[in-house]
């Protein structure tokens, strides 16, 4: 067992919390229970999965733990979201990479924010530490715990332990997104992964295929990113097989076997045409009760590969080489308007909203509010979709 105040988690705690999270592609409504274990791992107050989307001002909660009363968590999408400091800058943080409020905004000036005052410290938040999952044009999803004043701020402790259950969070939204495998019938299960675009694969512990759905039946008639080798499934490059032959044996040991590494791996094409794999164990927990077919000790998604895109804050900071100091100045004009307001929003003096302004002015060849406007509507994408 982990003694209290050691920082490095047993196997067993950390090996059942995994499997917690990949049972929850099974079942959605498994994720508050399991949110509110990885609130207690990483030695948080409350914990959710959400998507932000900027510069719309818009904003929503997937799954969550109950930690954050209705009442505030209806108030922060209502009115504090777009008061938020940290909203701009966290959209520049690399999926799968934790940031807690000072990567993003130097505390002392948060503190000053009419977001902390009216809030966060209403509620005794100090803290909130979060990994992004997947990142769109303007939308990103992410996971966050919040850190209540009797914990004090993020550490390199919370940190770590975010770093250990990242992947596997990512991991297993993304193959939420793709398919609720609740049913366990075995005729409507495969009806219904016939009817996904997503190719999926059910193999055992040697890659033996036992079953695979009508997209992944198109994949290896095509015969370019994935083929049969005597039954097996196999790609045309020795190095990712090896991988491949890798993490199908762990999976069909368990959870434990996955460790720190997940099993995710890029699938590049002869035709140079890129996929992902996204390879989920089913000998652990719901997920070995409701699988069908019990020969299979593994499910493997295969999707094509889409490069990350930036969102239009980004495009908008790279294009006139704003810092983010001038990029949240710049958005909080456009939303906001007057210079007094503004300062008053960001938590920072009329004089410096001002110095940032006379700035941005001169980076973007503006004189005039009005003109920011066009700046900042000129990026604005007509494709938007979900993360």
Do not use: C
């Not at 777009?82 to 505390?107: K, Q």
Request: a neutral charge; proline letters at 5%; charged letters at 20%.
């Amino acid at each position: 067992m982990q003694a209290d105040g050691d920082s490095t988690p047993s196997s067993e705690v950390l090996s059942s919390l995994i499997g917690n999270i990949y049972d929850t592609t099974l079942d959605r409504a498994l994720w508050p229970t399991v949110l509110k274990k990885i609130a207690v791992f990483v030695r948080g107050r409350a914990a959710a999965v959400f998507w932000d989307d900027v510069p719309n001002g818009s904003g929503d909660v997937y799954f969550e733990d109950g930690g954050i009363a209705p009442l505030y968590r209806d108030l922060y999408f209502e009115k504090y979201f777009m008061l938020n400091p940290t909203a701009t800058p966290r959209m520049f943080v690399p999926v799968g990479e934790p940031v807690a409020t000072n990567d993003l905004i130097p505390y002392e000036e948060f503190l000053r924010t009419r977001f902390y005052q009216e809030w966060a410290r209403p509620q005794g938040l100090v803290d909130f530490i979060s990994i992004t999952l997947e990142k769109a044009t303007t939308k990103s999803a992410m996971v966050g715990v919040f850190r209540h004043e009797q914990q004090g701020l993020v550490d390199e402790e919370m940190r770590q332990r975010m770093r250990l259950l990242g992947p596997h969070i990512r991991r297993a939204v993304l193959i939420s997104k793709v398919i609720d495998l609740k049913q366990n019938d075995a005729g409507n299960l495969a009806e219904a992964l016939d009817r996904l675009r997503t190719a999926i694969f059910f193999v055992d512990g040697e890659g033996r295929i036992i079953h695979t759905n009508a997209a992944g039946k198109t994949l290896l008639s095509d015969a370019d990113v994935l083929r049969a080798v005597a039954g097996k499934f196999a790609t045309f490059t020795p190095q990712t097989d090896e991988a491949l032959r890798e993490a199908f044996l762990a999976a069909s040991v368990g959870d434990a076997a996955i460790g720190n590494k997940g099993i995710s791996l890029p699938l590049i094409g002869r035709n140079g045409e890129r996929h992902a794999a996204h390879i989920l164990p089913l000998t652990s927990g719901a997920r070995y009760k409701s699988n069908t077919r019990p020969a299979a000790t593994a499910a493997v998604f295969v999707h094509k590969y889409t490069l990350e895109r930036p969102s239009q804050p980004e495009l908008i900071a790279r294009a006139y080489s704003l810092t983010l100091a001038e990029l949240r100045v710049l958005l909080a004009i456009v939303d906001i308007g007057g210079v007094p307001e503004v300062a008053e929003v960001l938590g920072i003096g009329i004089t410096t909203v001002k110095t940032h302004l006379g700035r941005i002015y001169r980076k973007t060849g503006s004189s005039r509010q009005a003109d920011l406007v066009k700046v900042v509507a000129a990026f604005t994408s007509p494709l938007t979709g979900s993360p």
